[in-house]
């Protein structure tokens, strides 16, 4: 999954994509690159980011997802977002997958809006919002906590009449959580895939690896590497990411090491 941020102000590329025409060069650089999938997001999420409006939102990524898909029929499109009505004219304008961070927390129409359009949809979990989430995150239990959530989650979807084979799961790596907090999710990621459902990741550039190494976000490349191999290796099928051609490589090689008999 490659990431495309349409967004002024995302932690590692905010700005560099924010007109459509630029959105589209980076999409088809990405599918050349090898991304099954382009996750397409409109308001930003780095920690301490507020919130923007709906309007704001729909006139970001609308016209991208059109002009993508009038490019490409093929690849599949994730709207990253936790309003239903952007959800929705997301969908209609071409994306098929709904990838809400929040995980139904922040629209209460959001799980009967993705159960009408019969798309996929990813649950993530974040501890607060945006704005509050990296203001000292604490858990009891940290895989205890994220796991209930998803069950509560789960069952919320499945209520509103989502099948069981459109829901995956994401345990939210840099939303609400600290740096030994995003180390232990990916150590234990085999248990939130025991749930049995897909698990997504996206460990790209984050924080959690620049504090580790001392590198900004634009030289993590060999820290989400590991991040992400580990990842595999312990369940991912899914992981979100800015550098898709170098990881795309790292996944072939794990998926490899992953399945050799």
Same mark, same amino acid.
């Given at each position: 999954?490659?990431?495309?941020?349409?967004? +002024?102000?995302?932690? #590692?590329?905010?700005?560099?994509?924010?007109?459509?025409?630029?959105?589209?060069?980076?999409?088809? #650089?990405?599918?050349?690159?090898?991304?099954?999938? %382009?996750?397409?997001?409109?308001?930003?999420?780095?920690?301490?980011?507020? @919130?923007?409006?709906?309007?704001?939102?729909?006139?970001?990524?609308?016209?991208?997802? !059109?002009?993508?898909?009038?490019?490409?029929?093929? &690849?599949?499109?994730?709207?990253?977002?936790?309003?239903?009505?952007?959800?929705? *004219?997301?969908?209609?304008?071409?994306?098929?997958?709904?990838?809400?961070?929040?995980?139904?927390?922040?629209?209460?129409?959001? @799980?009967?809006? &993705?159960?009408?359009?019969?798309? +996929?949809?990813? %649950?993530?979990?974040?501890?607060?919002?945006?704005?509050?989430? *990296?203001?000292?995150?604490?858990?009891?239990?940290?895989?205890?906590?994220?796991?209930?959530?998803?069950?509560? *989650?789960?069952?919320? =979807?499945?209520? =509103?009449?989502?099948?069981?084979?459109?829901?995956?799961?994401?345990?939210?790596?840099?939303?609400?959580?600290? %740096?030994?907090?995003?180390?232990?999710?990916? *150590?234990?990621?085999?248990?939130?895939?025991? %749930?049995?459902?897909?698990?997504?990741?996206?460990? #790209?550039?984050?924080?959690?690896?620049?504090?580790?190494?001392?590198?900004?976000?634009?030289?993590?490349?060999?820290?989400?590497?590991?991040?992400?191999? =580990?990842?595999?290796?312990?369940?991912?099928?899914?992981?979100?990411?800015?550098?898709? !051609?170098?990881? !795309?490589?790292?996944?072939?090689?794990?998926?490899?090491?992953?399945?050799?008999?």
């Amino acid at each position: 999954m490659g990431i495309i941020n349409v967004t +002024p102000d995302s932690f #590692s590329d905010g700005g560099k994509y924010f007109t459509k025409n630029s959105a589209l060069n980076h999409a088809m #650089s990405l599918i050349k690159d090898g991304a099954d999938i %382009l996750d397409i997001g409109g308001e930003s999420s780095r920690p301490g980011a507020a @919130p923007i409006s709906v309007k704001d939102e729909l006139n970001r990524i609308i016209p991208v997802i !059109k002009l993508i898909r009038r490019t490409d029929s093929v &690849v599949l499109i994730s709207i990253d977002t936790t309003k239903s009505v952007v959800a929705k *004219q997301a969908v209609e304008a071409g994306a098929d997958i709904v990838n809400d961070i929040s995980g139904f927390s922040l629209d209460k129409n959001m @799980p009967s809006v &993705v159960s009408s359009l019969d798309v +996929p949809v990813v %649950l993530m979990h974040m501890k607060g919002t945006p704005l509050t989430m *990296q203001k000292k995150p604490h858990y009891d239990n940290l895989v205890g906590e994220i796991s209930s959530f998803f069950l509560s *989650q789960i069952n919320i =979807a499945k209520s =509103a009449g989502i099948k069981t084979e459109k829901i995956i799961l994401d345990p939210g790596i840099g939303f609400g959580k600290t %740096l030994d907090h995003n180390f232990t999710i990916i *150590q234990k990621l085999n248990e939130f895939c025991e %749930l049995g459902y897909p698990v997504l990741i996206g460990p #790209s550039r984050k924080a959690f690896i620049g504090s580790m190494l001392g590198l900004p976000s634009h030289d993590r490349i060999e820290g989400t590497a590991a991040a992400v191999s =580990a990842g595999i290796l312990n369940g991912a099928r899914i992981v979100r990411v800015h550098d898709v !051609k170098e990881m !795309k490589r790292v996944v072939t090689i794990t998926e490899k090491i992953r399945t050799a008999a």
